[in-house]
């Protein structure tokens, strides 16, 4: 059974940092692109970042220059260092992992999400 797993949500203050991490694990052939989206009370969810097998990124207009999306293809995982925090930051994080679980089977798969909450 495949898991993406989160963690390193919490709260921080306006202008603090946070590194988050999603580790996928089970029966993973191959993993494609991996991203983080975000989802604030009462707003759709959106897209933070996305990063390819390469290393090549792409990021929403709102976080550039302050957060960062890196990977670690040996360990199956994605993570995200959040810097210069802003109320407006706070969501609940999810990452994303386009996934070879069979033969010919790709799939988007979705962690269980971590609460980020920036707040004095």
């Known amino acids: 059974q495949v898991q993406l797993v989160e963690s390193g949500g919490g709260l921080v203050q306006p202008g603090g940092s946070l590194r988050l991490s999603c580790a996928a694990s089970?029966?993973?052939?191959?993993?494609?692109?991996m991203g983080w989206y975000r989802q604030a009370p009462g707003k759709q969810r959106e897209l933070v970042a996305t990063i390819s097998p390469g290393g090549s990124t792409n990021y929403a207009d709102s976080v550039k220059g302050r957060f960062t999306i890196s990977r670690d293809n040996a360990k199956n995982t994605v993570y995200l260092h959040m810097n210069s925090l802003k109320p407006e930051d706070t969501a609940v994080y999810y990452c994303?992992?386009?996934?070879?679980?069979?033969?010919?089977?790709?799939?988007?798969?979705w962690g269980q999400g971590t609460q980020v909450t920036v707040s004095s």
């Open positions: 994303k992992a386009d996934l070879l679980v069979a033969i010919d089977r790709w799939g988007d798969y």
């Open positions: 089970g029966s993973i052939f191959s993993i494609n692109d």
